[in-house]
T-cell receptor
Framework: SQTIHQWPATLVQPVGSPLSLECTVE??????LYWYRQAAGRGLQLLFY??????ISSEVPQNLSASRPQDRQFILSSKKLLLSDSGFYLC??????????FGQGTRLTVV | QKEVEQDPGPLSVPEGAIVSLNCTYS??????FMWYRQYSRKGPELLMY????GNKEDGRFTAQVDKSSKYISLFIRDSQPSDSATYLC????????????FGTGTLLAIQP
C-alpha cells in the first residue's frame, strides 16, 4: 500500500520569504499526485495535480507553483509568501483506483 | 451553489448512539463517493469508498449513495469517543485526472 511522506510538519515563515514543501510516495509507481490546501471551515481546495513527471496542472490562480521532478516526488513552492498562503497543505496520491490517500500535512503559518 | 454541500456541525452525540452524516451534490457525473476521517492536525484517512448507488458496510460504518437524489450518507453504529473527528465526504467523476471534490467536513464529538 502507498505511504506518503510530507515534511516539514509545521513551518512558520515571514512574508516575502520563499517556500518549498516536499512530498514523496512509497509503495506505488506512476501515481497521480495532488496538492490540496485546507483552510478552517472551508474543506480541501485542490491546488495542483500531476499525472506524470513534469506534468503539472493548476486548479486556481495563486502565488504558488508545483513541480514533479521524479515519479514519486511532488514539490510545492513559492518565491514570495503572502499572509494568505497560510494554511494546512496536504499531498495526496492515487493509482489504479479513484480513492486518494493523504500525507500527514504541513501546517504553514506566514507571519 | 457549491458542487458538494456538507453541514459543518459541530454534531455532538452520546456514546453508543447512531450517527448520521450527510452530503448533497449537484454534479450528476459523480460516480465515486468517499468518506474520510480527519483527526485534529492530521491528514484525512480513507474510511469508506463506494461506486455508484447502493450501500456498503464495514464494521460499524455504513455508506449509502442515492444518485437519484444526489445524496450520500455515512452511518456510524455504537459510536465511540475515538470516533470524534471531522468527517469529509468526497466525490469524483472518475476521469483521467480523478480530481476529488470535497465537502467542508462535519465536526463530530462523541460524549462519553
Amino acid at each position: 500500500s502507498q505511504t506518503i511522506h510530507q515534511w516539514p510538519a509545521t513551518l512558520v515563515q515571514p512574508v516575502g520569504s520563499p517556500l518549498s514543501l516536499e512530498c514523496t510516495v512509497e509503495g506505488t509507481s506512476n501515481p497521480n499526485l495532488y496538492w490540496y490546501r485546507q483552510a478552517a471551515g472551508r474543506g480541501l481546495q485542490l491546488l495542483f495535480y500531476s499525472v506524470g513527471i513534469g506534468q503539472i496542472s493548476s486548479e486556481v490562480p495563486q502565488n504558488l507553483s508545483a513541480s514533479r521532478p521524479q515519479d514519486r516526488q511532488f514539490i510545492l513552492s513559492s518565491k514570495k509568501l503572502l499572509l494568505s498562503d497560510s494554511g494546512f497543505y496536504l499531498c495526496a496520491c492515487e493509482r489504479g483506483g479513484t480513492e486518494a490517500f493523504f500525507g500527514q500535512g504541513t501546517r504553514l503559518t506566514v507571519v | 451553489q457549491k458542487e458538494v454541500e456538507q453541514d459543518p456541525g459541530p454534531l455532538s452525540v452520546p456514546e453508543g448512539a447512531i450517527v448520521s452524516l450527510n452530503c448533497t451534490y449537484s454534479n450528476s457525473a459523480f460516480q465515486y463517493f468517499m468518506w474520510y476521517r480527519q483527526y485534529s492536525r492530521k491528514g484525512p484517512e480513507l474510511l469508506m469508498y463506494t461506486y455508484s448507488s447502493g450501500n456498503k458496510e464495514d464494521g460499524r460504518f455504513t455508506a449509502q449513495v442515492d444518485k437519484s437524489s444526489k445524496y450520500i450518507s455515512l452511518f456510524i453504529r455504537d459510536s465511540q469517543p475515538s470516533d470524534s473527528a471531522t468527517y469529509l465526504c468526497a466525490m469524483s467523476d472518475g476521469g483521467a485526472t480523478n480530481k476529488l471534490i470535497f465537502g467542508t467536513g462535519t465536526l463530530l464529538a462523541i460524549q462519553p
